[in-house]
């Protein structure tokens, strides 16, 4: 069985600091992964993903991830937050038959 | 890029009535769309995957003749949430497959707040 955990429920960050976001995951088979991000009351938006290739991966908003096989993680990062970047990330796991396993969220703030 | 729109984005309902929402993919054709329920300050469940042209295939628990799906078309799946109970509010979103992109990415609507009273 496939499983994504989010050991971080809730992270509090100043302006300008530095972000990571951990991610772990579960799967048998090569994984497919993304990062979501959710602002209150919306839908969600593609961060990035790791399908395969450089395990270091790019996304929007300044944003990258890194594909760990050997500790099954993929860790998302930001040097540098926004106020703007205060928001809801979910981490997911793709199956083979495009199903998303999500994670359970980490709520991020920034303060000032 | 591929968009999602989902509508009501907001709907209030008396406990009984039935509710529907609809997801249509608006720049693309999707045969296939996936439907998430989010209770507050938890993550995404997918409830069921939506098949243009046949029946939805539901994860277990989530009952079938609760919540109907119909994905009459490439870019439309509806979501009917049949005689609605208080327990049934929650935070519907859908999504979408971009064929076009080699199923690659999910396009996600904005969701859909439902709330019976």
């Known amino acids: 069985a496939q499983s994504v955990t989010q050991p971080d429920i809730h992270i509090t960050v100043s302006e300008g600091a530095s972000l990571e976001l951990r991610c772990n995951y579960s799967y048998g088979a090569t994984p497919y992964l993304f990062w979501y991000v959710q602002s209150p009351g919306q839908g969600l938006q593609l961060l990035l993903k790791?399908?395969?290739?450089?395990?270091l991966v790019q996304g929007i908003k300044g944003f990258e991830a890194e594909f760990k096989r050997s500790q099954s993680s993929f860790n998302l990062r930001k040097p540098s937050v926004h106020w703007s970047d205060a928001a809801e990330y979910f981490c997911a796991l793709r199956s083979n038959d495009y199903k998303l396993s999500f994670g359970a969220g980490t709520t991020v703030t920034v303060r000032a | 890029g591929a968009v999602v729109s989902q509508h009501p984005s907001r709907v209030i309902c008396k406990s009984g009535t039935s509710v529907k929402i609809e997801c249509r993919s608006l720049d693309f054709q999707a045969t296939t769309m996936f439907w998430y329920r989010q209770f507050p300050k938890q993550s995404l469940m997918l409830m069921a995957t939506s098949n243009e042209g046949s029946k939805a295939t539901y994860e277990q628990g989530v009952e079938k003749d609760k919540f109907l799906i119909n994905h009459a078309s490439l870019t439309l799946s509806t979501l009917t949430v049949t005689s609605a109970h208080p327990e049934d509010s929650s935070f519907y979103i859908c999504?979408?497959?971009?064929?076009?992109?080699?199923?690659?990415?999910?396009?996600f609507g904005a969701g859909s707040r439902l709330t019976v009273l």
């Open positions: 790791y399908f395969s290739g450089d395990t």
């Open positions: 999504s979408a497959m971009d064929q076009s992109t080699g199923w690659d990415v999910l396009t």
